[in-house]
């Protein structure tokens, strides 16, 4: 959700600031733009929409000098437009901003009552005028920064380039994350490491309340309390190369096929195969003495909790419970004694997830969280850390992150049941061995890519408005999952139901223009499972229905559509059943002409509440 990139450098700063934004458009965005100071003055190029819009007007007006802020943004305040882009500038300072002024109102009347002139609708030009009456006051830019920071409320990263000021930009870190590069006789900050990569891969990440004085030689950082503060400089292992799409029309396609490898991977760094078991990193904590597991996340990540919880209640007998992250801190909820919090975050800088996390730690629980950026906020702030190995994921609706979840989520529930005693040296190397065989299982279900989008074709031809997904067990969050991708995506309103909860309500939209979804792997719920659909067929539902052969056999010749899935154990089914989901709702947004790796109005990272 929003990109910042800066640079105090040696040549121009334009081309570079562009493609570091170029780096950020995964984050979700609906305007960009660029300021750098030419002569002493600050000098703006702004443009709504997609990045190719900046770039022609750049092309048409370039801008020069050496120093230089750029943004993408997702709109909060003010509607999505060129007034409204950053960077928000005045004649003293031009400012990009990720996040939210939560009091921008307040003081904006009392600048405004001031004689201050507001030309756009947004919270961050509340900042930008705010600094500049401490600059018109005859405050050094430092000593304006350190001011205003202190009337600030909310969440922000803020990075401020000043008229005048060649060699300098001040940024700061409230809630949002902002990370400072050194360079050879350059500096850069940017909201994302994956912007700085070309650049650098030596990383000061800025922690909470943190601001700095970023020149050509190096950064002054000061704490909350304006303290002088040290902060380890760490090397990303991020690759400069811009990510391609491998030959595929998108990185949501490239992404899924990615799957195979991504599963293979994240498992290798968990399962020892001599020994057939689940070798987890040391933990801070005795994981045979916890008792309860909270788990906290937002999105996708939420429905990857949702499978974790049958997997660790019924293999572990440990109670579970998830929560929406923006709901559990603010019901206050309770972490007795022995309590694991558990926080899942593909990008581990989702502020829901954040806050949930700070809250969970200030109660005294253990903190576990399951992040595909080890250098993350949720990562740093964590007790420890699982990585996901799915590699950088540039399409706003997560695939191969969700997957990877589950690889890591599934050996941790081994790894608690074996601790425990529930299960022994036998049924582990069982479910190890069921892990170890879903790469090659994901691969075939791939091989269906064609046959899924002839059923993603006929979705789209019936006009079909709503959608419904059903499923039991660990089948129900995939259906969650699977309405969500398709919402995502395609903008087709859906919704996922737990198979026997169909008929307390759901049931009375069944029709012929109602298309339903049933993910049915065999397991010990498919007959119940089965029931569900013959109500569906008798009120003349039209049915796509994944399974595997076996399953498929039990309505052949009833169903509008179906998928096959390979047979496997039940355990490892909702990483297989993930594919086709995820499939269907990529066909079905290319067939609608949807914007497939940067839907309408999303964001990839959610760094505000």
């Known amino acids: 959700m929003c990109g910042i990139v800066g640079i105090v450098g040696k040549g121009e700063a334009a081309p570079l600031l562009l493609e570091g934004l170029k780096r950020l458009e995964y984050r979700g965005y609906d305007s960009a733009g660029i300021a750098t100071l030419v002569e002493g003055f600050i000098d703006r190029r702004r443009a709504e929409g997609k990045l190719d819009n900046l770039a022609r007007r750049l092309a048409r007006e370039p801008v020069t000098g050496r120093i230089g802020i750029g943004h993408t943004r997702w709109a909060t305040h003010g509607v999505p437009n060129e007034t409204n882009a950053h960077p928000i500038a005045t004649d003293r300072v031009a400012v990009v901003h990720n996040g939210i002024i939560e009091n921008f109102s307040e003081l904006k009347a009392e600048l405004t009552a001031s004689g201050y002139k507001f030309e756009t609708q947004t919270d961050t030009e509340a900042v930008a005028i705010l600094l500049t009456r401490y600059l018109h006051g005859g405050a050094s830019p430092q000593e304006a920064v ?4 202190a009337r600030l409320h909310g969440a922000f990263a803020l990075v401020m380039l000043f008229a005048g000021h060649h060699d300098t930009l001040i940024c700061a870190r409230r809630g949002s994350p902002l990370a400072i590069g050194y360079g050879a006789g350059e500096m850069y900050v940017g909201s994302d490491a994956l912007a700085l990569a070309p650049l650098t891969q030596n990383l000061v990440y ?11 030689d190096g950064a002054t950082i000061y704490d909350a309390e304006n303290r002088l503060a040290n902060r380890e400089i760490r090397k990303t292992a991020l690759s400069g190369a811009l990510i391609g799409k491998a030959g595929h ?3 949501m396609k490239k992404e899924i096929f990615e799957q195979p490898a991504v599963i293979g991977d994240t498992l290798r760094a968990l399962f020892n195969p001599a020994t057939r078991s ?8 005795d994981l045979a003495a916890i008792e309860r597991i909270s788990i906290v996340a937002c999105g996708t990540s939420y429905n990857a909790g949702l499978i974790a919880r049958y997997w660790i209640e019924n293999l572990a007998r440990v109670p579970a419970e998830v929560d929406i992250a923006s709901e559990f801190r ?3 909820s309770l972490l007795p004694k022995n309590t694991l919090a558990l926080f899942i975050s593909q990008s581990g800088e989702t502020a829901d997830t954040l806050a949930a996390l700070r809250y969970a730690k200030s109660q005294g629980a253990p903190i576990l969280s399951i992040v595909n950026q080890p250098e993350s906020s949720i990562a740093r702030a964590a007790d420890a850390v699982f990585q996901t190995m799915a590699g950088p994921e540039i399409g706003v609706a997560s695939t191969k992150a969700f997957t990877t979840q589950l690889v890591v989520l599934a050996c941790l529930a ?12 036998k049924r582990e190397a069982a479910l190890t061995m069921a892990l170890t065989e879903v790469p090659e299982r994901a691969a075939d279900v791939l091989a269906h890519d ?3 989008e002839a059923m993603a074709e006929w979705l789209v031809a019936t006009k079909a408005r709503d959608v419904l997904y059903l499923g039991r067990g660990t089948a129900y969050p995939l259906a969650l999952e699977g309405a969500l991708k398709l919402k995502e995506v395609s903008y087709i309103h859906a919704e996922g139901y737990a198979a026997g909860e169909m008929k307390h309500g759901p049931i009375a939209l069944i029709s012929d223009n109602v298309p339903v979804v049933v993910l049915a792997p065999s397991d010990a719920l498919f007959d119940k499972t089965l029931s569900n659909v013959q109500e569906v067929l008798a009120r003349g539902g039209k049915v796509m229905m994944i399974s595997d052969r076996d399953g498929l056999a039990r309505l052949d010749g009833q169903l509008a559509h179906e998928i096959e899935v390979p047979r496997c154990d039940p355990f490892v089914a909702p990483l297989l059943y993930a594919i086709p989901v995820q499939l269907l709702a990529y066909h079905v947004a290319v067939h609608k002409g949807t914007d497939v790796d940067q839907p309408r109005n999303l964001a990839k990272s959610v760094t505000v509440e």
Request: proline letters at 7%; hydrophobic letters at 50%.
């Open 450 to 452: 064609s046959r899924i």
């Open 206 to 216: 800025l922690e909470e309340g943190d601001w700095a004085v970023v020149t050509q």
């Open 278 to 285: 689940v070798h987890l990193p040391r933990l801070p904590f």
């Open 249 to 251: 029309p998108h990185f």
């Open 414 to 425: 081994i790894a608690l049941a074996k601790s425990r005693g529930a299960i022994d040296a």
């Open 146 to 149: 350190a001011q205003a920071l």
């Open 330 to 332: 603010y019901r206050e």
